[in-house]
């Protein structure tokens, strides 16, 4: 998934630190750039704890960049069927036709599935035998389903969030490292997909000037860290306890492979 030779966006350096699971900061400044939503204020909460502060910052910088891709997909129009982009695709009208699902998903739930993505690494899921994408998609739909209430007959889609878009968001979590997959699904799968390789430097990052008043704030506010090297770690040390989380298809079962193959190696995982 990372290419060491991309350089990374001037907006997010390479800073070092501490990485305690737990002691991650988000700045007022930062904050300010989430949805105002009770179910994304619960989302936070719960990486905050869950996740180190390196696995924090990247998943709210993946938000700020599907955030992005999904704002120049809908102004391209680009998701028309039959389109040949390869990026694109004809499956990009599976989630921009239906009902509800007309324009973008709402940007509490994309919030919510992004800062979530990786939280199937957190220790608490340690004996769930799922790949770490599949339980962060169950943790994110879960939580989002408890702030459905059309039951109460509130119909306020920026108080609601509907089963279809719960899915939607889903699949993009559930889908997120799988490469050939995603990008042709379009929506917001693709734009998750995107982000994810944006923010290791496999894709060129869209520009969030527009999303961003001040870019010092993700430049100070959600530093690097040591991202690339306590993911993949995170992601091995539960795989080498339950090998079902890592099948041999799939990207934690590269970095398992990797692991396998050189044990002594204590730098970025070779199969990142």
């Not at 907006?11 to 900061?25: E, F, I």
């Not at 940007?107 to 979530?116: N, Q, S, T």
């Not at 010092?216 to 506010?221: A, E, I, K, L, T």
Request: with cysteine; hydrophobic share 40%; net charge negative.
């Amino acid at each position: 998934m990372c290419n060491p030779d991309f350089q990374l966006h001037p907006l997010l350096p390479t800073d070092a630190g501490q990485n305690a699971v737990g002691s991650g900061t988000i700045t007022a400044s930062v904050r300010a750039l989430m949805p105002s939503h009770p179910a994304c204020a619960e989302a936070l909460a719960l990486a905050k704890s869950s996740l180190p502060p390196s696995i924090l910052y990247h998943s709210f910088r993946v938000f700020l960049y599907a955030q992005a891709f999904l704002r120049l997909d809908h102004q391209e129009d680009d998701f028309s069927e039959g389109s040949t982009d390869r990026d694109h695709g004809p499956a990009a009208a599976i989630t921009t036709t239906a009902g509800v699902m007309e324009g973008r998903i709402p940007d509490h739930v994309l919030f919510v599935g992004c800062i979530l993505h990786d939280v199937g690494t957190a220790s608490q899921y340690d004996a769930i035998p799922e790949r770490f994408e599949v339980v962060g998609a169950d943790v994110a739909a879960r939580l989002l389903r408890n702030h459905t209430n059309t039951a109460a007959g509130q119909s306020d889609s920026t108080v609601n969030v509907h089963e279809i878009h719960v899915r939607d968001i889903w699949m993009a979590l559930a889908l997120h490292t799988s490469p050939g997959i995603a990008e042709r699904m379009g929506g917001t799968v693709r734009a998750v997909r995107l982000a994810v390789r944006a923010d290791f430097g496999s894709y060129p990052p869209p520009s969030v000037e527009s999303i961003i008043p001040d870019t010092n704030v993700v430049r100070w506010g959600l530093p690097r860290l040591e991202i690339e090297k306590e993911l993949g770690d995170a992601v091995v040390r539960q795989a080498v306890r339950d090998r079902q989380k890592a099948p041999k298809a799939s990207w934690p079962g590269d970095l398992v492979r990797a692991r396998d193959e050189d044990p002594d190696w204590d730098g970025v995982n070779k199969g990142f």
